[in-house]
């Protein structure tokens, strides 16, 4: 408690100093720029980019002139970063809490203090249009859609400010991904990598004018293989893809076509066994690497599981996050006359998504195990004792006292989930600005429809495992007095088939109706207001799911399957959020903005698709009736107050946030070995944070600069209570105060550089920190605080030709990023555990690259 309050009165005095700093800025600004005289004479270096993200209009608004904060990545910049997903391309971002470790795809971000999982507080777009019009449909996260690659020149992040009047499922912010725009001359770009890890990247962009050069043509993608920084023994990471872009502009306005096919799979690396030392340090288990091993291995690749139907289930876990994607994309811009502007944005998609993962569920001795699993011997007539042996070696029994280093088995889930999704997004705007006199106001009116079809899947099995790196499947047996084998109680290592079982569809239909202006009211100060309204309907069916016994023993003796009855729904939510915002532009070097936003999240296909599969099938509608209550409106009130500053030496934007969150949604996931169920507990809350944001750079000299992002913030849950029944007495849980789930209070990434032999050479180092943060809402679990370092090389042959070199997590740094959501995420099961399931972060790798421009 003393350690909140503390860390509460140093933000208030942190944000009191950014008050009191922005009140005396003028004067600051005046003597910054008169010391800076000498180095005004250039352009400020990042400040006038154009910004395209969260505004729409038709003047040009500079980074310098935006009145919310916002991030822009440019493409020499991404290069030198080299994320290997989305997730870690946000790394940069100030106000971003990320979790990368999972792999290439199903990245988790944390925006502001928000704490919701996947990407359900920021959305994703690809050149203005949203990439998926929900980024987190349930297991179909955003980030699964989407590939970084050399035809994307830049990448704009929005933190908070307009970005939810302009996109759906924006409250926290919108990340850009801004494609390649072709020039006037032919131009390409050639790069392969290559890794340690097995890894082999093809990546291009190859554009070029047609005929007299009234069309473009862009031309571009990747390929790549490798085994995984967390080799699971067979290819981790395996695809790519390809896109053709077409565009003309015309004296009135452009238009373009552009085609994307995505064929990829990618690795989904979940939690490891981790133990705590005697020392208090938190490392891996004896028989395990924690920077490069994985539980998942060629055992668990391919697995047949019995389905309730008498049919078979081919799990394949070398799909990882599979996806095969077609999406078409058509713009059209065009000046209509009388100083109207009409744009337009359509984009279709079709795209079939797999998500095979060998889930940690339960670790445990292999002793613990037998001792709870006695109620089973009676399954083996004639058997004196239970043992578990290997599936692929019947003759090697598993060592209680020291197998693997650690004599530790574990419950696994092999979970596979399948979502075909077809969407259909539109986005049309028409703007017009006034003038009047010396003022003049920008205005936008749009309209956004989205409608998409979604299917969802899922069936799931227990495996029983060893641990250690690629884990083996045991055998649970019976044996007699003399130690022989007398019969098995599971079934090639399948220690319960289908505990998960889902069958369910539904479409999702909106309109939304915006409208922005941008008051120009004198040369230093802009005002700007906009106002969205957003209607969803959601319809579908979920199959009722029912309890079999197959009759081929323990494993198939509890069966989840189809019972043939559906329930249905067919629900619409509507709410309208605003923001309201100011810019006062001192000069053309500094300048104070301050924003208001009340936004709002609306329930989704994922609020539903397996909200009834439990009910009884012989009562659906008495079911529907007790859980006919529709899920909440999340909605939110973001404030932020910002200073910004820049010259040809430095640049910072400072900015002081504050977000409070009602009707948080969570879902409790809690495995039980002892009925072999998968527990789901749904609640709400309401969270506060408060904290500032500083992005800043410095030149002091041609052959060194420095980079910094940090937050500093205070995230807590503020309404967290609930009373439950223990050993049939209620028992008041008070969470209220907590720190939010998996939200660190302190972050910070520095980046150093030289700049050598005539800038043909840059050497850059980044050091990132990830102050402590909670697995649980209880706060029960802590995940410590931790550092990395990351470096990174290019050097520039000749104008052409250029080599790259990066070293991720220099030091093995086992960071841990979440514990295991498996065991709770309102109390976790894993709390006053010395041994347990945790992820960290990806072990060191080394990867070079060449670069050939052309």
Known sequence: ?????????????????????ALSAPAAAQQAEAAAVAAADADPRDLDAVIVTGRSGIKERSKAEASYSITRIDEERLRMQAPTSVTEAMKSVPGFWVEASGGEASGNIRARGIPVDGFGSVTLLEGGVPVQHDPALGFLNGDQAFRLDETIERIEVVRGGPSSVFYSNAPAGAINFVPRVVGD?????????????????????????????????????????????????????KGGQFRINLSREFERGAVMFDYKRVDDNVALFLGIPMRTGADGEIRAVPGFDGNHGTMAGPETER???????????????????????????????????????????????????????????????????????????????GATALQLRYVDDPAQAFDL????????????????????????????????????????????????????????DRYSSNVLLDVRDNARLLELVGVDAAGNVVGPVTDGGIYRYGYEWENASGRSTTHAFYLSDEWQVNDALRVDAGVRHEEVQVEGWTEIRR??????????????????????????????????????????YSGLFARWTSAFRLPNLSSYITRYSSCDPNNVEACIRNNGSKPPIQTMDLGEVGYKFTNQAFDLFATAFYTKYDNEAFSNYVFDINNNTSRVEQGYATTKTYGLELEGSWYPSEWFDLQLTATLQNPEYEDLRYTELVNGAPVLRDFVGNQLIRVPKRSLRLAPALNLLDDRLRLQLSYEYQGER?????????????????????????????????????????????????????????????????????????????????
């Open 547 to 588: 309890q079999v016994d197959m009759n081929r023993g323990y494993a198939a003796s509890q069966v989840l399957t189809g019972s043939g009855r559906f329930a249905t729904y067919d629900e619409s939510f509507r709410k309208t959020g605003w923001t309201a915002g100011a810019n006062w532009q001192f000069s053309p």
């Open 1 to 21: 408690m003393t350690q909140r309050h503390d860390l509460s009165r140093a933000i208030r005095r942190a944000l009191a100093l950014a008050a009191l700093i």
């Open 303 to 381: 697995v047949r599981m019995l389905q309730g139907d008498g049919g078979w289930y081919d799990f394949d876990n070398s799909v990882g996050t599979g996806i095969e994607r077609d999406q078409y994309t058509f713009k059209f811009d065009h000046e209509l006359g009388a100083g109207f502007r009409l744009a337009e944005a359509l984009r279709y998609s079709d795209t079939l998504t797999r998500r095979n993962g060998l889930f940690p569920l339960q670790l445990m001795s292999g002793a613990r195990f037998l001792a709870d699993s006695q109620r089973l011997l009676a399954r083996v007539p």
């Open 401 to 456: 006292a020291d197998q693997n280093g650690n004599a530790l088995m574990s419950v696994g889930g092999l979970r596979g989930v399948t979502m075909p999704l077809k969407e259909l997004l539109n986005d049309t705007r028409l703007m017009r600005r006034f003038e009047f006199g010396e003022q003049s106001h920008d205005v936008t009116f749009g309209y956004y429809h989205a409608r998409f079809d979604q299917d969802f």
């Open 185 to 237: 001359g032919a131009e390409g770009v050639a790069k392969y990598t290559v890794g340690d890890y097995g890894l082999n990247r093809f990546d291009f962009f190859y554009g070029t004018p047609l005929g007299a050069g009234d069309w473009k043509l862009g031309l571009g993608g990747f390929h790549r293989v490798d085994d995984g920084v967390r080799d699971p023994g067979f290819d981790a990471n």
């Open 774 to 854: 909670f697995v649980d809402r209880a706060n029960s679990v802590r995940l410590p605080s931790y550092d990395v370092f990351n470096a990174s090389a290019r050097f520039e042959v000749d104008p052409r030709w250029s080599l790259y070199a990066y070293v991720d997590n220099i030091g093995n740094s086992l960071g841990l990023t979440e514990g295991n959501p498996r065991a709770g995420e309102l109390q976790s099961g894993d709390a006053g555990a010395n041994t347990f399931f945790a992820r960290p972060i990806l072990g060191r790798a080394y990867r070079l690259a060449v670069m050939y421009r052309f």
